[in-house]
């Protein structure tokens, strides 16, 4: 069984659009990340979520809003997309300070 | 602020090979590293890990140990495969902060050629 899924992998949608990405782990972890990899492969975390409670939130857009309706399920919303916002999304998820597990990505292109 | 510096790519080899890829750290407390892999058009994938100074995280024939006197943590392979072609991330947090998220290298590119 996949532990950690994310749908859509790929997404591709116009300026202005309005999407959302879903993310869903099985390990029974507590955190939960998003993070954003863009074309020169860097990655930056975007969000944390500890037991469905935001304790980061790094310097993003207020365009982009997580929601976690519960501990298993971190989705990311992302109003008025921009080009800027091409880039390859990761979720993971993490018991306590230990090693986290990623998602396979969603590959998100803004034409 | 903690951050992790790691060796341009990208890096070509042939295969059986020794690897060695250099990754060093800042950080403020005493922080858990890792190495994780992206092959192409995947996620991430841990590779191995060490929470303290001296430890040796290993796994598929890659190891890598925290030594805290150097703030380094290379990862090396003493035969590298045409199947080890993939972006290899070295990533610290630190457990003091609490679940704090990983603080990434910028990566490495391998490239194993038969």
């Known amino acids: 069984d996949t532990a950690v899924s994310q749908t859509p992998k790929y997404l591709v949608t116009q300026m202005g659009n309005d999407k959302s990405i879903k993310c869903e782990q099985n390990?029974?972890?507590?955190?939960m990340y998003w993070y954003k990899q863009d074309s020169k492969k860097f990655l930056k975390i975007m969000f944390s979520?500890?037991?469905?409670?935001?304790?980061i939130n790094e310097t993003v857009p207020n365009r982009f809003s997580p929601k976690s309706p519960d501990k298993a399920h971190l989705n990311l919303h992302i109003n008025s997309l921009e080009l800027g916002d091409s880039a390859v999304y990761f979720c993971?998820?993490?018991?306590?300070?230990?090693?986290?597990?990623f998602g396979p990505g969603t590959r998100l292109t803004v034409l | 602020g903690n951050s992790v510096t790691q060796m341009e790519g990208p890096v070509t080899l042939s295969e059986e090979a020794f690897l060695t890829i250099n990754c060093t750290y800042t950080?403020?407390?005493?922080?858990?590293l890792f190495w994780y892999v992206q092959y192409p058009g995947e996620g991430l994938q841990l590779l191995l890990k060490a929470t303290k100074a001296d430890d040796k995280g290993s796994n598929k024939g890659f190891e890598a140990t925290y030594r805290k006197e150097t703030t380094s943590f290379h990862l090396e392979k003493g035969s590298v495969q045409v199947s080890d072609s993939a972006v290899y991330f070295c990533?610290?947090?630190?457990?003091?902060?609490?679940?704090?998220?990983?603080?990434f290298g910028k990566g490495t590119r391998l490239s194993v050629i038969a």
């Open positions: 979520y500890n037991n469905k409670e935001l304790i």
């Open positions: 993971a998820s993490s018991q306590g300070q230990w090693a986290q597990y």
């Open positions: 390990l029974g972890h507590d955190t």
């Open positions: 950080a403020t407390g005493y922080p858990s």
């Open positions: 990533a610290l947090s630190d457990p003091f902060l609490g679940n704090t998220p990983l603080v």
